[in-house]
């Protein structure tokens, strides 16, 4: 029998606590905690259950050998996802884009100063100073479906996290150095790079960490039919 017992505020609670951490404290995540992070996320459904995810997780040395080699990839190759990224925003897209991006920099002080905000987006390739990253990748033949059965596996993990007290915050930015990636992680070619996960315990007094994003209303998503 399944247990449908379960408080619905507990999720509720996990949904609105969780927020992408932008700044982490250096003290590693122990492995008996990071692997129930991995046992909660293998629950995600998926099509025919294929679980078509695999994850390549770091710590210690390996996250700073990761870090050190991305920001020198990052500097000196081009952007080359595995998984082509949006050619643009427009629309109600592009202004909660920014949006978001607007309360980022307002928390940090930095609105209006393009360089401070270069220098931020840089930090994604600094891990935000995560102990921890987990590497994402999907099974190329599987295609689309494969890639949303690998997302909602993300948005596990993030849930799971944070109901462990860990921070996340999903990378597509490091997908754009899938090249790297890939030789680093020893990823096959039969398998693409969807995003990475940073985790680790949140600096709560970073003013990275100090905002939280906003969601459009009901209305503007949701089309009732009735008759
Ligand atoms: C697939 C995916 C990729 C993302 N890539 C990045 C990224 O590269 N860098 C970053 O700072 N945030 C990234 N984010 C975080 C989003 O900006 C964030 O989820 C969104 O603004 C909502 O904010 P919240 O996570 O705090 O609720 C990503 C989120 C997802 C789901």
Known sequence: MTDTTVAPSTLAALLSSRFSCRAFLPDPVPEDVIVEILTMAQRTPSWCNTQPWQVAVTDGDATERFRAGLAEAVRTVSQAPDIEFPSGYHGVYRDRRKETAL????????????QASAEQTMKNFDLFGAPHVAIVTTDAALGTYAAVDCGLYVNTFLLAAQSLGVATVPQAAL???????????EIPDDRNVLCAISFGYPDLTHPANAFRTARADLDSVVTWVSH
């Open 103 to 114: 309360q980022l920099y307002a928390s940090l002080g930095i609105a209006g100063d393009r």
């Open 175 to 185: 997908a754009g150095c899938a090249p790297y990636v890939r030789d680093f992680f």
